[in-house]
């Protein structure tokens, strides 16, 4: 496995100062004079150099880095061979446009996430700058290749905010409200969720009932299944929970799909780029897209987004859709070097490690008692917690707590969903860092718990 040279004092937290420490203290107070209060920050991280897993704020305190820029540093920060790969290709060519001239490393890339993406077929990849461009670029490429208007999504599903994904959105309606009327012809249907199934189905049962709400009320109601261009779904939901629905749903929408003509698009936007333990979420349920969306981990903070489709699909013709900065040099290089290093062992190293991390957390929900559920694969970890077992009644005041409680403690986490915390560190991350997070979490759960 590549290794990143790293020096101890880059391996685990190391607070200074009081949190917020006192430059973080006037670049927050700057920030609310000047930047859209629409960001949604939990805690006053004023971030300033990173190495591997940890990140030193203004005022020089070290935090292990568990949410690694929302699940994007896939290689931790600052890897040296990602940061030699941006400096040799900007000081070579920044930007040329793929829109309108040819460039090597944009086929390279292509070339290698086409063998890299399920399915042995030939593929295309259109390059934005986004999750949010991937899925307009998925949503306009399914109505444009079947001719159908109509999209299958899921409640509690996240896909970004521009106009399109974000008609597919439907996690939390603060990221809805008064922005409507939204794109038309996108039907929500229930996600299974076994752990408090939507439809009030027990654990087990719960994947076939969301299935057969989709198959014999939504499609036999709301849109016939001949009018749905396509189901876009993420096999493991991010923002809306860190949900893992049964294999057995998700295999379900793909024989939907082949059954209707329907396409199916896979939102691997968070859940892609080895962060399961495999390369695609996709794959633990042997499923196979006909349209996959990537970004956040592809090129290890450089902003790309890729629509990867069929190659039979993707065939609109020269102007029906485009970007000016859509495979920038400088982020497919970070990408090709993020591929080797996944490739050279940090996939197999998330793999190992979420075993690790999920058998040291078997116990929690018995021994805390805020612990509902702790769920995921590989490095994408969510604990869901609740006020009462029996009830499950959701505890958000008190997640928000322990987020708080870590930060204050040198580790950095983030929510999901109402209230489920994630961790998400990057794929670089070692065992004694592993054990570090988990120590600060359980005393910043414990605190938490004592409080309640
Ligand atoms: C599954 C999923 N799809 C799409 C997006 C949107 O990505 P971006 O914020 O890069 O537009 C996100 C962002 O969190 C995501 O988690």
């Keep these: 496995m590549t290794k990143t040279p790293m020096t101890l004092e880059w391996k685990l937290p190391q607070l200074k100062t009081p949190l ?67 400096q040799k290709q900007a000081a070579e060519l920044i930007h040329m446009s793929g829109t309108d001239f040819y460039y090597e490393n944009m086929v390279t890339l292509a ?3 086409e063998a890299l993406a399920p399915g042995k077929f030939a593929k295309r990849v259109f390059y934005g700058n986004s999750g949010t461009e991937a899925i307009e670029a998925a949503m306009k490429l399914a109505r444009y290749a079947t001719g159908r208007k109509n999209f299958i999504a899921f409640h ?9 994904a974000l008609s597919l959105t439907a996690s939390k309606t603060r990221q809805r409200d ?54 876009v779904v993420e096999p493991i939901q991010g923002e809306g929970g860190y949900v893992v629905p049964p294999q057995a749903f998700l295999q379900g929408l793909e024989r939907l799909c082949r059954q209707h003509g329907m396409l199916l698009i896979a939102d691997e936007v968070q859940s892609g780029m080895g962060r ?68 050279g062992g940090l996939i197999e190293n998330a793999r190992r490690l979420g075993e690790y991390i999920f058998a040291k957390l078997a116990d929690w929900p018995r021994r805390h008692k805020l612990v509902g559920e702790v769920r995921g694969r590989g490095l994408m970890i969510g604990l869901e917690l609740v006020k009462d077992k029996q009830t499950r009644e959701r505890a958000p005041k008190e997640r928000d707590a322990v987020v708080e409680a870590a930060f204050q403690r040198g580790l950095l986490l983030l929510g999901c969903g109402p209230n489920t915390l994630r961790m998400m560190p990057p794929l670089i991350v070692d ?5 570090c997070a988990l120590g600060l979490l359980e005393d910043a759960l414990t605190q938490v718990e004592k409080s309640t």
């Design 178 to 231: 008064r922005f409507g009327p939204l794109v038309p012809g996108v039907y929500h249907a229930p996600y299974s969720y076994p752990y408090r199934c939507p439809l009030g189905a027990p654990p087990e049962k719960c994947g076939e009932a969301c299935l057969n709400y989709l198959e014999n009320v939504i499609l036999k109601t709301t849109t016939s299944p001949e009018e749905v261009a396509a189901i």
């Design 276 to 343: 399961t333990g495999k390369w695609w979420a996709s794959e633990h349920a042997g499923i196979t897209p006909d349209i996959l969306c990537v970004a956040k981990g592809i090129a290890s903070g450089l902003p790309l987004g890729v629509c990867i489709a069929r190659a039979d699909l993707m065939n609109w013709p020269p102007g029906a859709h485009a970007s000016t900065f859509g495979g920038n040099p400088v982020a497919v290089a970070a990408s090709l070097a993020t591929i080797r290093l996944l490739e």
């Design 431 to 435: 065992q004694e860092q592993v054990d």
């Design 20 to 86: 917020p420490g006192p430059e973080a203290q006037r670049i927050v107070k700057l920030d609310a004079r000047y930047i859209s209060p629409s960001y949604t920050r939990s805690y006053p991280l004023v971030a300033k150099r990173g190495r591997g897993a940890v990140i030193e704020d203004v005022d020089g305190n070290r935090f292990l880095d568990f949410a690694a820029g929302i699940a994007v540093v896939a290689t931790g920060h600052c890897h040296p061979e990602v940061v030699e790969a941006v």
């Design 111 to 113: 070339e290698k996430l």
């Design 156 to 164: 509690g599903c996240f896909h970004g905010r521009t106009y399109g």
